[in-house]
């Protein structure tokens, strides 16, 4: 297997930084019903248990509904028994009081129980869809090409995984059913009330145009509020988690006060947004009350009249009461749930237009194996671009030898790294051919080419785990005798030992519990574990001093021995002993040979090589006075 030595760039200056980008839960769909029409084929396998959930929430919606009605009838039986009591005609019929009251507490159980049922329901399915879209979401990560995070940083990626489908999670198990059961509270109620009195309805209804211009007085109010709080989280926590990776920095260049100044503007911003949002949500259900309280007005007033007119009796005005409540409390719970359903559908669109991106190609069909290689490398008239229109490497050509120890030098930009990862394979060419002993990597899966290499970069990555763990990376099956053996060969075994719990000492998240040149040795380690034929090296020594500098490249020199390396060269003086030295500039090579013959040429790799060991020529000047000195 390969081993990556290398930790991925930081993308801060390509885009939001990773809790910015987590916290874009306010954004609307670019397309409403494609986002939906998606979201729904998805949830395919998942319609007939949704769909009984859904009848479930219906059904105990319906059996809340009944029981005010129900009630009614008991309050004007109580009513007609005190009346009949005090003008001495009749008593008051508790058996039938008391089996009407149990038929309604009857109604209330089941209501509970189908609602207990929906929620257990939609929450094992919402579980299941987010644990998929995770699942999903994960294997598409690995089957995207490398050019994908070019363009994307890692936080985006990183919100497809926590703050998007935890939208869909939360809409799946709350929101759904809340507007099943508002949608069918607002027609049930309306019909039991026509069914009990059409003109206390109508009356009722007047409150109906009232409601709507609230909630939607209120709703476009907040959005833009609550979208503004969502995005200032995200800018909030981005800046204090980047103020406390890099606090050393901050304090190293005074720059607190720049710190706290552009965090105050951030925090103020969310302040002032996140109140008038939380002001906005607040009113919204005393507003209802309020509008809910005219109702009560209306039917106090208007059922009263009817009552002492004989058209209804007490209970009815009492079961009005009761759906007056019912009434004005889901149109606020529906008005709501669109709000959700805007952030559900963005959150879907965006999730699925990921998991639509182009991946690379299919190579199930790539049956060819390398099998034991020699390590025979050559380059033939390759061509490379990161876009069509620039071309970064022009027309390389190149061979490496069995057990060769190839040094690829050159000033930044060159396209020293871009030849590693085209020999890998995360980038495919534009033109020429990559062959190992013959065959070319593109008729070779991915897997196969990538199990024969191994790699040191000069940026390390470790995960949070043991020591012995991160070696073992190198290859999983790896006995412990053997993790041993390969830290042994990589000089990791003697400072191992001097750690507490030795190679079971846990590695924290930041890796700040090891020096630099240790991280080093770790690679090196987890690359002999492997023990590939062919080598890929970054300059490992730039970040340490001599004395971990002459203990890697002794480590390295282990590493390399009876295999083909690339090594990519900062210092020259650490590849005086190539085989071979490929001077690279401008995506072209344009001097080859060892050392020796390089400087003999006295070309460019002469002019890289020397400009190394320049000294500024500093003249002693005389000593000048300050003014005030003696």
């Known amino acids: 297997m390969s081993v990556h030595g290398n930790k991925p760039p930081k993308q801060g200056s390509r885009g939001p930084g990773p809790m910015a980008a987590m916290m874009r839960g306010g954004e609307k769909p670019k397309d409403f019903k494609a986002a939906f029409k998606k979201f729904i084929q998805y949830l395919g396998r998942y319609k007939l248990i949704i769909l009984f959930a859904i009848l479930l929430a219906a059904a105990s919606t319906a ?42 507490l009857a109604w209330y159980i089941a209501s509970a129980i189908l609602s207990y049922l929906q929620g257990w329901i939609m929450a094992k399915v919402s579980a299941d869809i987010s644990y998929r879209l995770r699942k999903d979401i994960s294997r598409k990560i690995n089957r995207l090409p490398l050019k994908y995070f070019d363009k994307t940083t890692y936080g985006e990626v990183l919100s497809y995984l926590t703050n998007d489908v935890d939208t869909i999670n939360q809409t799946l198990s709350q929101s759904i059913t809340q507007i099943i059961s508002s949608v069918v509270t607002v027609v049930g109620v309306l019909v039991m009330m026509f069914t009990i009195s059409w003109k206390i309805t109508l009356v009722i209804m007047g409150v109906l145009p009232l409601s709507a211009l609230m909630i939607s007085f209120i709703v476009k109010r907040s959005q833009k509020h609550f979208n503004q709080q969502q995005d200032y989280i995200g800018h909030v926590n981005s800046h204090v988690e980047e103020m406390f990776g890099g606090h050393e920095i901050v304090k190293a260049f005074n720059g607190e006060q720049k710190s706290i100044r552009k965090f105050n503007k951030y925090n103020n911003t969310l302040y002032k947004a996140a109140w008038k949002s939380q002001f906005f949500s607040g ?79 299919d190579e199930s069909a790539k049956e060819l194996k390398l099998g034991k290689i020699k390590g025979l490398v050559e380059f033939r008239n390759v061509k490379f671009g990161y876009s069509p229109e620039k071309t970064v490497i022009h027309n390389f050509s190149a061979i490496a030898k069995p057990g060769q120890k190839i040094a690829l030098v050159g000033p930044t930009g060159a396209g020293k790294t871009t030849i590693v990862k085209l020999l890998m394979r995360f980038y495919d060419l534009d033109g020429g051919a990559i062959l190992i002993d013959g065959i070319n990597i593109n008729d070779i899966s991915r897997h196969e080419l990538r199990s024969k290499f191994g790699m040191v970069l000069q940026d390390t990555w470790l995960f949070n785990g043991t020591i012995r763990e991160n070696i073992r990376y190198g290859r999983l099956d790896a006995r412990d005798k053997e993790v041993v053996e390969a830290a042994k060969a990589a000089y990791v075994d003697k400072f191992v030992h001097t750690l507490p719990k030795g190679y079971d000492m846990e590695i924290n998240e930041e890796v700040t519990n090891l020096s630099q040149g240790q991280k080093q040795l770790l690679t090196i380690a987890r690359a002999v574990l492997a023990n590939p034929p062919i080598l890929i090296l970054d300059e490992a020594t730039s970040s340490v001093d001599t004395r971990t500098e002459i203990l890697i490249q002794k480590a390295m020199d282990n590493l390399m021995k009876n295999r083909t390396s690339f090594v990519i060269a900062h210092r020259l003086s650490t590849i005086r002993n190539a085989d071979l030295i490929l001077v690279i500039r401008d995506g072209d090579i344009v001097e080859q040979g060892t050392h020796n013959e390089l400087l003999e040429k006295n070309g460019f790799y002469a002019e890289l090589y020397n400009s190394q060991f320049e000294t500024a020529d500093f003249s002693i000047a005389e000593p000048v006075a300050l003014e005030g000195t003696k």
Request: no cysteine.
């Open 283 to 361: 009113i919204m259900m005393p507003v209802m009350t309020f509008i809910g309280n005219l109702g009560y007005v209306a039917v106090a007033i208007f059922g009263g009249w009817l009552t002492s007119q004989g058209t209804i009796t007490v209970g009815d005005i009492q079961a009005f009461i009761q759906y007056v409540r019912s009434f004005t409390r889901p149109m606020g719970q529906i008005a709501s749930a669109s709000n959700v359903l805007q952030r559900t559908a963005a959150a879907s669109e965006r999730v699925f237009t990921f998991l639509e991106e182009q991946e690379e190609s």
């Open 63 to 104: 059996a809340n509904i009944i029981g005010p009605k129900t009630l009614g009838k008991a309050t004007t039986k109580l009513f007609e028994g005190l009346i009949a009591t005090i003008q001495g005609t009749g008593s008051v019929d508790f058996d039938y009081i008391g089996k009407i009251v149990l038929v309604t």
